[in-house]
T-cell receptor, first 108, second 116 residues
Framework: GQQVMQIPQYQHVQEGEDFTTYCNSS?????IQWYKQRPGGHPVFLIQ?????EVKKQKRLTFQFGEAKKNSSLHITATQTTDVGTYFC????????FGTGTSLTVIP | GAVVSQHPSRVICKSGTSVKIECRSL??????MFWYRQFPKQSLMLMAT?????????EQGVEKDKFLINHASLTLSTLTVTSAHPEDSSFYIC????????????FGPGTRLTVT
């Protein structure tokens, strides 16, 4: 069945360093969404990408959708302690699946 | 922005009893709501899609007779865990799709269910 995997599972960075999480699907996706979940909180929608090769930016966050629409990435430039949380991708293919998530810890 | 509430936030019940969890969209009407389950430090697993006025669509492997979903109005969906067992203990989260944003989901704060 369809699977959406993310790497890495955990990432510890020093404040100010960059961070990237990668999302890979076993099947082609019609779109990809990204969510952030703070510890103890619920997922919050960040963005949706639809087009092949699409790149979108939100301040220090850069989102990319692969040409084959099977992978995506989220890059954070110069991380801050407020970036702490788990980042999930979620893709629509045959069904809607959340990725396995990447837990980001930012060390002040 | 769109707000989704869940009630209760935490519930402890004994094995064999049933528990109802409510999901409400507070400031918008949601024709579609989703129910997820999340185990500690794991991803969200979609359990079912709830459509107002019709039967819910369950994901493969989710027992519809055990997890009863009712979407009686455009602002309320309920999930009832029937004959709960300790393995049903989990974090249950609902989300609702806003009418003018056909892809964005707004999540509720979640319900922590513990079955003893």
């Amino acid at each position: 069945g369809q699977q959406v995997m993310q790497i890495p599972q955990y990432q510890h960075v020093q404040e100010g360093e960059d961070f990237t999480t990668y999302c890979n699907s076993s099947t082609t996706l019609s779109n990809i969404q990204w969510y952030k979940q703070r510890p103890g909180g619920h997922p919050v929608f960040l963005i949706q990408l639809v087009k092949s090769g699409e790149v979108k930016k939100q301040k220090r966050l850069t989102f990319q959708f692969g040409e084959a629409k099977k992978n995506s990435s989220l890059h954070i430039t110069a991380t801050q302690t407020t970036d702490v949380g788990t980042y999930f991708c979620a893709g629509s293919g045959n069904q809607f699946y959340f990725g396995t998530g990447t837990s980001l810890t930012v060390i002040p | 922005g769109a707000v989704v509430s869940q009630h209760p936030s935490r519930v402890i019940c004994k094995s064999g009893t049933s528990v109802k969890i409510e999901c409400r969209s507070l400031d918008f009407q949601a024709t579609t709501m989703f129910w997820y389950r999340q185990f500690p430090k794991q991803s969200l697993m979609l359990m079912a899609t709830s459509n107002e006025g019709s039967k819910a669509t369950y994901e493969q492997g989710v027992e519809k007779d055990k997890f009863l979903i009712n979407h009686a109005s455009l602002t309320l969906s309920t999930l009832t865990v029937t004959s709960a067992h300790p393995e049903d203990s989990s974090f249950y989260i609902c989300s609702a799709r806003a009418p003018d944003r056909d892809y964005e989901q707004y999540f509720g704060p979640g319900t922590r269910l513990t079955v003893t």
